[in-house]
């Protein structure tokens, strides 16, 4: 037996030094492979970082639109809300009661001084008139023969007007020139004295009547010229002068009522509409306009964005930076605003889409579709 166990552990020891031989094969090939292929791609990957890291990135030019700073001359204004109204308009009504016998307008049309709008029926007056009418001839009559006395005579007079008093009262007349709304009354219908019949309103010239606070009233005066716009035709402007302002200040809100007049031939003003009016002060100034939509406004300021060429130390490369300025604004015109600290005439700025910049970031200009600002905008939708 113990013959035969030594060969088995022959076998054995044999077989363990073939499998630890096979073993150290596959390491050495293994690390050698390392050594070929993954230790050459990680210091390449290494210096390709350390390179990356080493120089800053260069972010692509961001697009924006432009505008210049310009120096304008802007004439000092003040504005203010108002309305229109009538130099001239009344609520035609009948001084007698009565039936209506006739309508001589139409809605709408236009009437003269001393037209008669409506006519009451007045049957018992007109008899009445022709009456007095014909004891007013006998009576004239025999004072020419001397038959009766002068106070006769004035009597016969006075009766005789009297009726034609009557009748006249029995006829609407318009007061004044102008153009007539929509009548309140129709034909046959019974009314009573006081009886609303037509509105009369005379449209040329009109009226701007509108508030400004107190201490401006030392530089209104008679005369001024004033512009007004309405929202019902946004695409006119229409000129007027100062003609009145009002001798008290109203003592709850400190403002003053003053009064435009402006020429009205095609009647395109009427009475009750809302307008802007801007009262022109004879001063002239300059000032620093840029487009509203350049500025960005913040609770701690006020800011615009200058663009500036700026030249790359090492490549000598030019390109176009923006920095960050901050400025007071002052007044506002339509599209523009006035700048009245901050900025330099002719300065570039940017003029739209401040919001997404930064200062210091590299920008290119393209003002293809820039919008045009105006001193008088008209949006579409308004």
């Known amino acids: 037996m113990h013959d035969v166990a030594k060969p088995v552990k022959a076998m054995s020891q044999k077989r363990e030094s073939d499998w630890l031989g096979k073993l150290i094969i596959v390491i050495i090939a293994g690390g050698a492979l390392f050594l070929i292929v993954v230790v050459p791609i990680g210091l390449i990957k290494f210096f390709q970082v350390r390179k990356m890291m080493s120089s800053p990135t260069q972010m692509p030019p ?11 001359d802007w004439a000092p204004m003040l504005s203010a809300i108002g309305s229109v109204s009538a130099v001239q308009g009344a609520v035609v009504s009948t001084e007698l009661g009565g039936v ?43 004072a020419v023969r001397k038959v009766i006395s002068k106070a006769e005579l004035d009597a016969a007079e006075s009766k005789f007007k009297q009726k034609e008093g009557a009748v006249a009262k029995k006829e609407v007349r318009a007061p004044f020139d102008g153009q007539l709304g929509i009548r309140q009354v129709n034909v046959g219908q019974m009314i009573n004295a006081g009886q609303q019949v037509v509105q009369l309103t005379a449209l040329d010239p009109v009226y701007v009547d509108f508030a400004l606070p107190e201490q401006f009233l030392s530089q209104l005066g008679n005369g001024l010229e004033v512009d007004v716009r309405v929202d019902a035709l946004p695409d006119h402007d229409f000129k ?17 009522t003053a009064q435009a007049t402006l020429e009205n031939p095609e009647h395109t003003l009427r009475p009750g509409m809302f307008a802007k009016a801007q009262v022109v002060l004879p001063a002239k100034g300059k000032a620093l306009v840029i487009p509203g939509s350049a500025v960005s ?20 490369k030019e390109s176009q930076v923006i920095r960050q300025q901050f400025v007071r604004v002052g007044e506002s015109r ?27 970031m590299t920008v290119t200009i393209n003002n293809d579709l820039a919008p045009k600002p105006q001193l008088k905008p008209n949006p579409v939708d308004s």
């Open 62 to 72: 961001t697009t924006v639109s432009s505008a210049v700073v310009k120096e304008e």
């Open 100 to 142: 209506v016998e006739q309508i001589n307008f139409q809605n709408g049309g236009e009437a003269k001084k001393g037209d008669v709008l409506v006519r009451l029926a007045a049957r018992a007056e007109d008899a009445d008139l022709q009456l007095a009418r014909q004891d007013l001839e006998r009576t004239r009559d025999l």
């Open 240 to 256: 007027g002068k100062l003609t009145a302002v009002n001798s008290m200040v109203d003592s709850v809100t400190r403002n003053v």
């Open 297 to 316: 406004y913040a609770p701690f300021g006020d800011s615009v964005y200058v663009i500036e060429k700026k030249k790359d130390e090492k490549t000598g």
């Open 334 to 360: 339509g599209d523009f605003v006035s700048v009245t600290q901050g900025l330099k005439g002719g300065e570039t700025i940017v003029s739209t889409g401040v919001f997404k910049l930064r200062n210091g």
